[in-house]
């Protein structure tokens, strides 16, 4: 992976915000601790990887924390990701409904 800077700290309650509505709809991906930093691209099912991606990031909430990595908003329909720049990485399919946030969890090892 390459490095963008420093990591970003925890996200707080409430601190998200996510512009849904119509045909567009948001992704949660939840993974382990041990994926904190890790890169996961995403691709609209069949097309080709573009590199757009994002952090997997520490989630703080109210009874204690989660990691995930929150795409959005994106348009109805199939999607795929991958870890970036890691041949061979595992590929997680979902479907993104409009005006809905679609929850998918990755597998840990």
Same mark, same amino acid.
């Given at each position: 992976?390459?490095?963008?800077?420093?990591?970003?700290?925890?996200?707080?309650?409430?601190?998200?915000?996510?512009?849904?509505?119509?045909?567009?709809?948001?992704?949660?991906?939840? $993974?382990? =601790?041990?994926?904190?930093?890790? *890169?996961? *691209?995403?691709?609209?099912? &069949?097309?080709?990887?573009?590199? $757009?991606?994002? &952090?997997?990031? *520490?989630?703080?909430?109210? &009874?204690?924390?989660?990691?995930?990595?929150?795409?959005?908003?994106?348009?109805?329909?199939?999607? *795929?990701?991958?870890?970036?720049?890691? !041949?061979?990485?595992?590929?997680?399919?979902?479907?993104?409904?409009?005006?809905?946030? $679609?929850? =998918?969890?990755? !597998?840990?090892?």
């Amino acid at each position: 992976m390459h490095a963008h800077g420093a990591q970003a700290a925890p996200s707080a309650p409430g601190s998200v915000v996510v512009d849904i509505g119509g045909g567009r709809g948001a992704a949660v991906i939840f $993974t382990g =601790a041990d994926l904190d930093g890790a *890169e996961i *691209e995403i691709r609209e099912g &069949g097309s080709a990887w573009d590199g $757009t991606h994002v &952090g997997v990031r *520490e989630r703080l909430l109210g &009874g204690g924390s989660c990691w995930a990595a929150l795409f959005g908003p994106l348009s109805e329909g199939d999607y *795929e990701a991958r870890l970036k720049d890691r !041949p061979g990485s595992f590929v997680l399919t979902f479907s993104v409904v409009g005006g809905k946030v $679609t929850k =998918a969890g990755w !597998p840990t090892p």
